[in-house]
């Protein structure tokens, strides 16, 4: 460099970090010049920074300085190395100069996104015991990137506030179905087999004496509107059965050995709400030959009705038949006829109901707030009601003033309607159509006692506070130190604290998009449903149990246990222990790994690895990327847009490392390249699926060597133990990502001060999880904007 810009800079670096304290000399200047401005000053100007020419102004480059040096991103690992001690002082004065950056104004509010808003309804009206599901109504968030919670990306339009009111609405209908001061008896439905539906007529026959259905995706269950529940309620469903045609197999399928399953679940009649319902399904064996009585107890919503389902019944043999015929393994004359096959005979189907444990229903006495159906011609009852509704809908104190609008429109809605029921019904469709109710309202700097219980209670629960945390908002006491580290133990200890692990999990590894892509079924026959259903459960089951055991996060890099059913055991080749090993069991169990195992942790998941293949291959690029902007929270920038794809060498002349070497000999693709692709290169270890393999074909071996953080490693084991030497750079991106989960935004400069008193706290600690949420929860990452 000329001597003139050594002097300038000198001389720049000296006024920015002049506020130094005394007795506290700053050789950071030096510093920087040493490692940094060869690279990036006003010349060569790499990744369009400069810094030879700073002042006190570049805030937002001050942050960007601090994490690239926090999170050893620079220097490249082929430049100068600073100490630990001179990358700490470096980063430490960056981040003191950044602290000025603003927190954004779109933090002040934020909406509830569409798993809230279930959760949330469910709980403000007491809908708990059926499957109406109110987020049903709402379009899916569309958030790109970044986690549902964040503000930002939770935009609202007119069409989804039309959205709200008919949720709204359709939920207080459900809630409020009746205000009758006595429960009503009970009704008897005998289905008619005669009348029975739901398979095509190909794979169904019925008389008066029983219906018999051969397909697994059908929904079976009574015809016409008398079969849907006109009440909410408990009811008592009675089904005979039996599995009969066991050896009656058509040519194209082959036997299974397990007898036909009956899945008895609950399924919708029309719009209203409803989740997937083989989520809800309870699962009977039967015998051949032999009929069985089977009797369960469900509480089914308003318009809803109990199905019958072959649960493990071919799902569409017309498909598999047509197929058969053009590959010439039938002929036209097996296929003739209607569909043969082992079928299950039903000979009564019963719903007997609505039955109460306790009158009024739960959804009734949790939204009017009493034991007794109250007089709604009585004005003092009609203001408690609302006001009580009021203060939980809108989660906070509601003044005289919002009161006496809500009153008068209550009022004019009954004159509307001559009808008290029909017009509370209506004035709290508004309420939870409001703002008050659809967003998250903070205030500047630190929150007040309510907001800081909203933050806690969508943080770990994804739904409003509960009774005692809103009377320890409503006395103020929430906010006294003590008080708020017991309540933040209470969350996570809750069962309900599962509904954080689940999301948070999914979105941090992307996990929501696994599926999007799924693998070739040709390709990867022991690739299903079950088995993409296993992956997913197995990293969700990993997370909570390293949060509730209080392990340390070193596990997420490498463990000596993951969670496995039979599927996946098989897919990985990997004893099960588990008690039944026949497949088709779904439950998965704490599983320890064989020594030589490469499974250990995260990066070993198949649900990982399944979902950043492309259902046919593998990319050590996609790979990379996702380690390093998902796992790692050092994600690179795009690819320049006049930089060519890399074209596979279909011919396999040249292997995938062979055609990443060639792409990297571009300059604008070298740097960063060799950070994704050895990171990348050690998951080649593993197929589409996430199998373990060391050939691609018989005669192309994987290579899975490569370098990181300056260390060479030459498989996925030595990765890790690479990544496990020092486990604050992993911690130091979690403790990021749980942050802006729980905040609801992304984190800036000025909060990273807390984040590195976190991450040393932890330190101390092994990095234990639970702590480090702890930690999080009741500092002023959770107890300010």
Same mark, same amino acid.
Request: charged residues 25%; hydrophobic residues 35%; contains cysteine.
């Given at each position: 460099?000329?001597? *003139?810009?050594? #002097? ?17 000399? $700053? ?25 030879? &020419? ?23 690992? !082929?430049?100068?190395?600073? @100490? ?47 499957? +109406? ?19 930002? /990306? *939770? ?24 205000? /009758? ?53 408990? =009811?008592?469903? @009675? ?91 039938? @002929? ?6 209607? +569909? ?24 009734? %006495? ?21 006001? %009580?509704?009021? %203060? ?16 008068? =429109? ?73 008080? *708020?580290? &017991?309540?933040?133990?209470? #969350? ?8 954080? $692990? ?31 259903? /296993? ?113 596979? !060498? ?46 691609? $074909? ?14 060479? +490693? ?35 400069? /000025? ?10 706290? $932890? ?23």
């Amino acid at each position: 460099m000329k001597p *003139l810009k050594l #002097l300038a800079t000198s001389l720049c670096f000296f006024s920015v970090f002049s506020n130094t304290r005394a007795g506290e000399p $700053s050789n950071t200047p030096s510093l920087l010049q040493k490692y940094c401005v060869r690279c990036h000053n006003a010349d060569e100007n790499e990744g369009d920074v400069s810094l030879d &020419q700073l002042t006190k102004e570049d805030v937002d480059l001050f942050g960007r300085i601090y994490e690239q040096l926090s999170s050893q991103q620079m220097p490249p690992d !082929d430049e100068p190395q600073p @100490t630990r001690e001179e990358r700490e002082r470096l980063a430490s004065q960056f981040l003191q100069l950044a602290k000025k950056t603003a927190v954004p104004e779109t933090a002040a509010m934020r909406r509830l996104n569409k798993r809230e808003y279930s959760n949330t309804v469910r709980d403000l009206l007491g809908i708990r015991g059926g499957i +109406f599901d109110p987020g049903k109504f709402i379009y899916k968030d569309e958030v790109s990137e970044g986690f549902d919670t964040e503000g930002e /990306a *939770l935009v609202t339009s007119n069409e989804l506030l039309l959205e709200y009111l008919e949720a709204a609405q359709m939920s207080l209908r459900q809630a409020l179905f009746t205000l /009758a001061s006595d429960a009503p008896k009970p009704n008897v439905i005998n289905v008619n087999t005669a009348k029975m539906t739901g398979a095509s007529r190909r794979y169904e026959t019925k008389d008066s004496q029983a219906y018999v259905f051969r397909v697994g995706k059908a929904k079976i269950h009574g015809s016409g509107p008398t079969q849907l529940m006109k009440m909410p309620g408990r =009811y008592r469903i @009675t089904v005979t059965a039996s599995a009969i045609d066991k050896d009656r197999y058509p040519v194209p399928f082959v036997p299974v050995n397990t007898p036909p399953v009956l899945g008895i679940g609950i399924a919708s009649g029309n719009r209203s709400g409803v989740s997937e319902f083989d989520r809800h399904e309870e699962k009977f064996s039967l015998t051949y030959n032999q009929k069985q009585t089977i009797q369960v107890e469900r509480w089914i919503d308003q318009g809803f009705h109990p199905y019958l389902r072959f649960a493990n019944g071919p799902g569409k043999p017309i498909t598999q038949i047509r197929a058969n015929l053009r590959r010439g393994k039938i @002929t036209k004359a097996d296929a003739k006829g209607p +569909f043969v096959g082992p079928a299950i005979r039903v000979t009564e189907f019963k719903i007997e109901g609505p039955f109460y444990d306790a009158w009024p229903p739960e959804s009734v %006495r949790t939204t009017i707030g009493s034991d007794t159906v109250p007089k709604l011609e009585n004005a003092t009852a009609r203001l408690y009601l609302l006001g %009580r509704f009021a %203060r939980r809908t809108f989660r906070r104190r509601v003044s005289r003033e919002e009161m006496s609008l809500w009153v008068k =429109y209550l009022n004019t809605r009954y004159t509307a309607t001559r009808d008290w029921r029909e017009a509370f019904i209506k004035t709290m469709t508004v309420m939870m159509a409001s703002p008050d109710f659809l967003y998250l309202q903070e205030d500047e700097d630190e929150l007040d006692a309510f907001q800081l219980a909203n933050r806690l209670s969508y943080f770990f629960w994804s739904t409003m506070p509960d009774r005692e945390l809103f009377l320890l908002a409503d006395s103020g006491k929430l906010t006294e130190p003590d008080v *708020l580290q &017991q309540q933040v133990i209470r #969350l996570i200890d809750d069962p309900r604290s599962r509904r954080f $692990s689940d999301s948070f999990v999914d979105q941090w590894l992307a996990l929501d998009t696994l599926g999007s892509m799924p693998p070739d079924s040709k390709l990867f026959r022991s690739y299903n449903a079950s088995v993409e259903a /296993a992956m997913l459960a197995e990293t969700r089951e990993f997370f909570n149990h390293v949060l509730q055991e209080n392990h340390s996060v070193r596990d997420f890099i490498d463990s000596e246990y993951t969670f496995l059913n039979p599927q996946l055991a098989a897919l990985y080749g990997i004893p099960y222990e588990g008690g039944d090993a026949s497949i088709g069991s779904g439950k998965l169990v704490l599983s320890r790994l064989p020594k030589s195992s490469a499974r250990g942790g995260i990066l070993g998941h198949a649900s990982v690895l399944t979902l950043t293949s492309n259902g046919v291959e593998t990319s050590p690029v996609t790979r990379g990327v996702w380690v390093l902007a998902n796992f790692m929270g050092t994600p690179p920038p795009p690819p320049p847009a006049e930089v060519p794809a890399l074209v596979p !060498d279909l011919n396999g002349a040249k292997t995938v490392r062979e055609l990443l070497e060639m792409h990297r000999s571009d300059p604008a693709c070298m740097n960063c390249h060799r950070r994704m692709d050895p990171l990348g290169f050690a998951l080649e270890a593993f197929d589409p699926v996430g199998r373990f393999r060391t050939k691609y $074909s018989k005669r192309a071996k994987v290579s899975t060597q490569g370098r990181y953080m300056g260390q060479n +490693f030459e498989d996925i084991t030595g990765l890790k133990q690479i990544l496990s030497k020092d486990v604050r750079l992993f911690a130091r991106n979690l403790i990021v990502r749980l942050a802006e989960y729980a905040k609801g935004r992304k984190l800036v400069p /000025a909060d990273y001060a807390t984040v590195e008193e976190i991450l040393s706290e $932890s330190q101390k600690d092994s990095f234990k999880l639970k702590r480090i949420i702890y930690m999080i929860a009741t500092s002023d990452l959770m107890t300010d904007r």
